[in-house]
Structures are given as structure tokens and as C-alpha cells.
């Protein structure tokens, strides 16, 4: 979801890994863009000259204005093919959008996340906690996967191990989960990434058009629909990139953001102790508490602090001081999400975390982690659902640290996580 940076494949490729470096390195440190934000949001005209949207105003109106402001901007990154999210409205837009709503009404994410969560303690706890593991590869990897595989039904085993794999080989399955991060970490890293990125993320790309091509049939049995092949592997290939990379790493975020407020984590710990098992998994209003942990959590760290959208014709945008921002057709606008999230002008407190604080009118924008308007996430509540089981889960674990014992404890690729080593401390 990254903002063009003029034309990369011109630039000499010194310059490329430098612009790839530094938008790596600002998601990494997302106080530096939140501090950016902050100014941009205090002097509205340079976002005017800048073409970007921070106050929360600003932003909700561009959001709510998808013909002007167009989700196209996503096109060049979607290496995989055509998918929903990078569409302008029309009847394309509407049936995809009808097969997804359709397809995520099949789901019990509370149910199946919970269950996983569960079997993956269960084997965390017989380690005994002696050795670190990994918060993505060894737990939030596949309690992601068991909650959202029913998006393709009965075809769900299939479409993780190809059409000639064994059902049950695990390693399949990770090979199919890495497939998807890289087809997903491009939409992230946009054109700035490096070429070698770009080619592992266009040979994962056409690797998994050709698994998705190979259980067309099975798919299309599972959804019980009758449209033609096309489309039954256009959503397939979206489905699958575009929902279990973004909520892993959203995951990895929100505990990221927790260690790193002891006192926070301490609190919930200790009402996870004296609920105990069964308790924290059947106790609504504790759910209801760590789930405003979560929605906090990641506004500290969303995963996409900013969006792009193309300008199809000249217009502009209220940008919340006294001049409107000018937009020339064919350019591009940024929306400046993370500053947003903490403009004091909607949200009360805005630097404090405070998970229980009163939204008022603005409950809305209390999701802009996910977009807004038409455009937000039809999966939001979810990705919620998910990542609170997955937390829920971790608070019942003796209590946890970053193991520094082997190397970095938290390693990344490109602008992802691609792992976070943590230990019993
Ligand atoms: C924590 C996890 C997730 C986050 C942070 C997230 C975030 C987002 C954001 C910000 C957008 C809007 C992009 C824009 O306006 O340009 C979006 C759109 C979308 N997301 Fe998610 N998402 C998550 C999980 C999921 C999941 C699990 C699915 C599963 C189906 C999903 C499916 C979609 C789809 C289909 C769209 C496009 C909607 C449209 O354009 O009408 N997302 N997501």
C-alpha cells in the first residue's frame, strides 16, 4: 500500500535498494512516521503541496470518495492478477465483493482460533518453555491458517497442498503460507522493492495461480457456484494472498507492542491468572477487554500507517486548514493513516494508550487500521476475532519475553516480520 515514488524502474539500482531501505526502515519505526504525521497534520498546507491527507477529517473525506480517489493505485502491486481491492466500483467489483461477503459469512473464526490457539499452547507447554520459539512460525502462522481456511470450504486441505500433495503434510502447507507472504509483502513494498524481491514475489505469484488453477474444480464444488474458471482462481489467488499474510504480521505487531509495555501485559496477565483455564476462553467480558487491547494495540502499530489512491481527474480535497489541496488527473494522494489515528481534534487522549477510551461519534475511525468507508476491510472484525484468541492465549503462558539468547530475536524481510523468537522468561 505504498505510495509511488516517481518512476523506480528508471532509477539506477543504487537508488532503488536506498528508497526500498528506507520505507523497510520507517514501517520498522513507526514513531518516525507517526512524528512525520504529526507535523502534516499541525501544517495542513504542506500537505496541500504534498498531496497527502493526515487531519482525521481529511482523511475520512478522501476515503468516502472512491470514484475521485480510486483504489487503482493498487494495480502495479497486485503481482498476482487483477483482485478486488485494486478495482473501481462497477459489476467486477460487485460480484467479487458479493463472493467474498458470502464466503466470510461461512466462517466461525472465534471458534476455530480458539481451538488452535489451544492445541498450540498445549505443545509450547510441553517444551516446558526451555526453548525460545517463534511467535510466527511455531503460533500465529497457523492459528491464522485453521480460522480462515473455511473461506474455500470443503476444497480448504486441497488449495494448501496442491492438487496432487498429502492432505496432511505440514510442510506443504508452510511452503503455501511462505507463497502467499511474498505475493502479499509486494502490495506492502510496492514498486520501490528491490528487483530480486520483485522476482520472488512474481515466481511465488505464478506458482500460486498454477496451485489455484489445479483445485479449480474443487473450489468451484466448494462455493457451489457456477461462474467460469476465470473467476473462480481471480478470487481464489486474492483470497489467499490477501487475508492470512496481513493478519499474521498484524499479530506479530500487536505483541510486539504489548512486550513493550510491561505494564500493560503485566495487568492483563494477572486477570488471565485468576480467570484461569477454562475461564479466559469462555469469559465474555475478559474477551471483551483483550479485544480493546488489540484495536489499541495496533493503532500504536498498524500495519498499513499509510494508503495511495489515484486521481483520475482534476479535483481536491479539504485538507482541514483554510486552502483546499489541488489534484491533477493522473496523480496520486497519500492518507496519512497513523496520523489520523492520533489527531487530538477526533480522538480524546490521543498519545495515551487507552484501550477503554470513549470513541463517541468517531467509533468509526477507531478502525482505520482497516480503510474506511465502502473500502474498509470486509474481514476487519475477523482479523479481530483472530488475533484476540491468539492473545488470549499468549496471556496464559508463563510470562514472555524476546529471547536475545540466539541472534536477533525479531528479524525481518523487507518490510515484513518474518520472525520474533520469544521465551518463559
Ligand atoms: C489484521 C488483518 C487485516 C488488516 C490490517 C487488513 C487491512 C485492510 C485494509 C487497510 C484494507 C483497505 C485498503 C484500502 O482501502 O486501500 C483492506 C481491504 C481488504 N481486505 Fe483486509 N485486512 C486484514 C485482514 C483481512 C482478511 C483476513 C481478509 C479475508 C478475506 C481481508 C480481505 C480484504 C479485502 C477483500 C479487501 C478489499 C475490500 C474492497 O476493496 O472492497 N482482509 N484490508
Not at 80 to 86: A, F, Q
Not at 224 to 241: F, K, T, Y
Not at 247 to 269: C, D, F, I, N
Not at 351 to 362: A, I, L, V, Y
Request: glycine fraction near 8%; charged fraction near 25%; aromatic fraction near 8%.
Amino acid at each position: 500500500m505504498k505510495v509511488s515514488i516517481g518512476h523506480p524502474d528508471a532509477m539506477p539500482p543504487g537508488l532503488r535498494r536506498l528508497s526500498y531501505g528506507i520505507f523497510c526502515w520507517l514501517n520498522r519505526h513507526i514513531i518516525v512516521l507517526r512524528g512525520v504525521g504529526a507535523l502534516v497534520r499541525l501544517w495542513p498546507f504542506v500537505g496541500r503541496w504534498l498531496g497527502v491527507a493526515a487531519r482525521a477529517s481529511a482523511v475520512k473525506k478522501v476515503l468516502t470518495r472512491p470514484r475521485s480517489f480510486s483504489n487503482t493505485s493498487h494495480q502495479p502491486n497486485l503481482v498476482s492478477g487483477d483482485y478486488l481491492i485494486g478495482m473501481d466500483p462497477g459489476p467486477t467489483y460487485d460480484a467479487d465483493r458479493a463472493l467474498v461477503d458470502a464466503r466470510l459469512a461461512c466462517l466461525d473464526v472465534e471458534v476455530d482460533a480458539n481451538c488452535e490457539a489451544r492445541s498450540r499452547l498445549a505443545k509450547l507447554r510441553q517444551t516446558g518453555g526451555k526453548a525460545p520459539f517463534d511467535l510466527i512460525d511455531d503460533y500465529l502462522m497457523w492459528i491464522v491458517f485453521r480460522a480462515i481456511q473455511r473461506v474455500f470450504g470443503d476444497a480448504a486441505e486441497k488449495v494448501a497442498v496442491g492438487a496432487e500433495g498429502d492432505l496432511h503434510d505440514q510442510s506443504l502447507q508452510r511452503q503455501y503460507l511462505l507463497e502467499i507472504r511474498y505475493v502479499a509483502g509486494q502490495l506492502i513494498a510496492g514498486s520501490s522493492s528491490t528487483l530480486g524481491i520483485q522476482r520472488r514475489a512474481e515466481v511465488c505469484a505464478a506458482s500460486l495461480r498454477a496451485r489455484m488453477e489445479g483445485v479449480s474444480h474443487d473450489i468451484r464444488k466448494a462455493w457451489d457456484v457456477s461462474a467460469p474458471s476465470a473467476v473462480i482462481e481471480r478470487n481464489a489467488v486474492g483470497l489467499a494472498w490477501i487475508s492470512h499474510p496481513v493478519t499474521v504480521q498484524s499479530g506479530a505487531l500487536v505483541v510486539q507492542e504489548l512486550l513493550s509495555r510491561p505494564k500493560v501485559y503485566r495487568v492483563l496477565r494477572s486477570k488471565a491468572a485468576k480467570l484461569g483455564e477454562p475461564g479466559v476462553w469462555e469469559d465474555d467480558g475478559f474477551r471483551k477487554c483483550v479485544r480493546d487491547h488489540v484495536l489499541e494495540l495496533m493503532r500504536f502499530r498498524p500495519i498499513f500507517p499509510l494508503l495511495a489512491r489515484d486521481v483520475p481527474r482534476d479535483t481536491e480535497f479539504e485538507t482541514g486548514g483554510r486552502s483546499n489541496a489541488q489534484c491533477r488527473a493522473g496523480g496520486k494522494v497519500t492518507i496519512l493513516s497513523i496520523a489520523a489515528l492520533f489527531d487530538p481534534r477526533a480522538v480524546p487522549d490521543s498519545s495515551r494508550f487507552c484501550p477503554q477510551r470513549n470513541w463517541g461519534d468517531e467509533e468509526r475511525l477507531r478502525y482505520l487500521m482497516f480503510g474506511y468507508g465502502d473500502r474498509q476491510c470486509p474481514a476487519m472484525n475477523h482479523a479481530v476475532e483472530i488475533m484476540t484468541s491468539a492473545l488470549i492465549g499468549l496471556l496464559i503462558l508463563p510470562e514472555l519475553r524476546l529471547a536475545r539468547d540466539d541472534g536477533k530475536p525479531i528479524m525481518y524481510d523487507g518490510p515484513l516480520m518474518s520472525r520474533m523468537r520469544l521465551r518463559f522468561a
